[in-house]
């Protein structure tokens, strides 16, 4: 597979006043094209530095201690020069976080905010083209308004809305990667699936190539092609999602499905006390298609 992601032997360590601690142990993880991959573990493990690491966010942190490859696209993001990395942000690679509201800009227009990712690809960009371009893209998450969003500021628009503004403008550049780190968990429970729903199709529709980052179990299967589960900064167990399901060989997974949440109203219950056959080696599933 000529991989869109190829991390081989990622390790990252934080340095501080007793020295330095490790967090990422040596984690290898891919991407297709076009595929939908999903990194999931309880919280702490590393996701969110994983993800960062792949933004070249983490690569100019004084105290941080970055090994390994992360190649994208034929390209190793932790060797190419700051101002290249940062080229790709926004462009070639996107990012929706968890929450809408508090991402935006509160003080910029949507119109506007738009029109400075735009012109991140294309400089010379007039207003009305990004506009333009906008509200298409505004139409693509269902909404019905455009215009109105475009000149309306993030406060003024609901959290769902402004989670739908956050996909179109992640993918308004068309980057062959979005990073997804736990969309919508900010929200209510209906409009998260409504958001993840969404989501969904339009990197279908587009054939965006998605690492989503998340601790919830349930929402993956409906999302993800493939899954990678994440223990202390290694990955324990890796395989199409169905594969993963229905015979989950680690025992961490085990204990991440049985704390996946039922719609009780009863809240998220709490990731089950770990022991030591955690520890067990990785678990890789093969064949069977998801
Ligand atoms: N800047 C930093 N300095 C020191 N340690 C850090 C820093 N950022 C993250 N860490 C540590 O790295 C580990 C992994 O953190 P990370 O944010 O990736 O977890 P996560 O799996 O994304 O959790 P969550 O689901 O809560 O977001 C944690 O132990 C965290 O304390």
Redesign the pocket.
Known sequence: MSALLDIRDLR?G?K?LRGI?E??HGIDLAIAAGERVALV????????????IILGL?QE?R??RVSGAVEFDGRDISTMPARQRAKLRGTEMSMIFQDPTSSLNPTFTIGRQFAEVMRRRQPEMSREACDRRASEMLAEVSIPDPARVLSAYPFQLSGGMNQRVMIAMALVNHPKLLLA??PGTALDVSVQALTLRLMHDLVERHGTAVLF?S?NLGVVREFADRVYV?YR?RIVEEGPTRALFDNPGHAYTRALMSAVPRITGAGLPEVPEVSDDFLAPMVRHTGGAA
Do not use: Q
Not at 41 to 52: C, D
């Open positions: 990252l934080f501080g601690t967090v990422l573990g309880e919280s702490g493990s590393g996701k969110s530095v994983t993800a960062r983490l942190a105290a941080a780190d736990e980052i601790h994440i900064g």
